[in-house]
């Protein structure tokens, strides 16, 4: 059975950081790229960041780079978004999912599986 287990959120100062991680099983973690979205209420899920778990490259959204880093410890089939100067507009829920094209493209069509949503929230 194929899990996706998104956990790490929580409540942040504006400025602040947190981790969110992504325990993945039930399928070949190194074949698939692994991608983590956002939905904020009343608006539409966005792609946030990727990273390919076969040889480590990434993909960002114009909006969070240079404050997120996504990284893999492919050892644990588990996927990280560090997301720091957090800012209120970075306030959603959260999902990982999983693609098995190993594309870097962060668009909702793309991706196989996805996870339950953690909720970060950020006050101003």
């Known amino acids: 059975e194929v899990q996706l287990q998104a956990s790490g959120g929580g409540l942040v100062q504006a400025g602040g950081s947190l981790r969110l991680s992504c325990a993945a099983s039930?399928?070949?973690?190194?074949?698939?790229?692994i991608g983590w979205f956002r939905q904020a209420p009343g608006k539409e899920r966005e792609g946030v960041s990727c990273?390919?778990?076969?040889?480590?490259?990434?993909s960002y959204a114009d909006s969070v780079k240079g404050r997120f880093t996504i990284s893999s410890d492919n050892a644990k089939n588990t996927v990280y978004l560090q997301m720091n100067s957090l800012k209120p507009e970075d306030t959603a829920v959260y999902y990982c999912?999983?693609?098995?094209?190993?594309?870097?493209?962060?668009?909702?069509?793309?991706?196989?599986?996805w996870g339950q949503g953690t909720q970060v929230t950020v006050s101003s």
């Open positions: 999912a999983a693609n098995s094209h190993g594309s870097l493209v962060i668009t909702d069509e793309y991706y196989d599986y």
């Open positions: 039930g399928f070949t973690f190194d074949a698939y790229a």
């Open positions: 990273i390919s778990s076969s040889d480590g490259s990434t």
